[in-house]
Nanobody, 123 residues
Framework: VQLQACGGGLVQAGGTLRLSCAASGRRFSLNDMAWYRQAPGKERELVAAMASGGNTNYADSVKGRFTIFRDNARHTAYLQMNSLKPEDTAVYYC??????????????????WGQGTLVTVSS
């Protein structure tokens, strides 16, 4: 399973961005999907997560501003980011827990990561 994240860019404080993370592969299903971010000089941190059943979890710093949602039919997760602040500047990564079947029907369970997309918020 491969994840392709996109949607980052440069935005002024108070602006909005929407990130997307699309999964691709053969014979797979997704469970939890999440967005993380890593700012320069800091550790990667969880921003938002969403279970396949719809339960969500957010970092305190983004509650009320960011929304994670999914289109399960398209195997895609989104992160709607409103009221952006300069401290939201980071590379944003998505991940997904997956179950996939290889060509010999072997079941593989794992976690995939996207390549990261840069979000820069200017003051």
């Amino acid at each position: 399973v491969q994840l392709q994240a996109c949607g980052g860019g440069l935005v002024q404080a108070g602006g909005t961005l929407r990130l997307s993370c699309a999964a691709s592969g053969r014979r797979f299903s997704l469970n939890d999907m999440a967005w993380y971010r890593q700012a320069p000089g800091k550790e990667r941190e969880l921003v938002a997560a969403m279970a396949s059943g719809g339960n969500t979890n957010y970092a305190d710093s983004v509650k009320g501003r960011f929304t994670i949602f999914r289109d399960n039919a398209r195997h895609t997760a989104y992160l709607q980011m409103n009221s952006l602040k300069p401290e939201d500047t980071a590379v944003y990564y998505c991940n997904a827990d997956y179950r996939a079947y290889l060509e010999d029907d072997t079941l593989v369970v794992g976690r995939a990561w996207g390549q990261g997309t840069l979000v820069t918020v200017s003051s």
